[in-house]
């Protein structure tokens, strides 16, 4: 059984920064393209942003340039490093392993994060 844990949410005022951790257990973490997701409050979840078992990342719009994530395959984690944070970046934020229209493991607890002044 897979597990998924995020850390590291908060209350970031807008411009500001901040890290997330997701540490994965029960698999061969290393095989799986992660992802970060996020869910607004009434919207969707959402794909931002994936990093292969190589290290090739990839980013929609709405965050690129501003977020980064990165993956330490030894350690089994994969992070999201955020920027330049805007309100609408206000979600819960969730990793994942995308699959063929669905993702691959169980959903973790996620971490909320606020952008507020």
């Known amino acids: 059984q897979v597990q998924l844990v995020e850390s590291g949410g908060g209350l970031v005022q807008p411009g500001g920064s901040l890290g997330l951790s997701c540490a994965a257990s029960?698999?061969?973490?290393?095989?799986?393209?992660m992802g970060w997701y996020r869910q607004a409050p009434g919207k969707q979840r959402d794909l931002i942003t994936t990093?292969?078992?190589?290290?090739?990342?990839n980013n929609a719009d709405s965050v690129k340039g501003r977020f980064t994530i990165s993956r330490d395959n030894a350690k089994n984690t994969v992070y999201l490093q955020m920027n330049s944070l805007k309100p609408e970046d206000t979600a819960v934020y969730y990793c994942n392993a995308p699959g063929l229209g669905s993702t691959i493991f169980t959903w973790g607890q996620g971490t909320q994060v606020t952008v507020s002044s």
């Open positions: 029960g698999t061969i973490f290393s095989r799986y393209t």
């Open positions: 990093i292969t078992s190589g290290g090739n990342t």
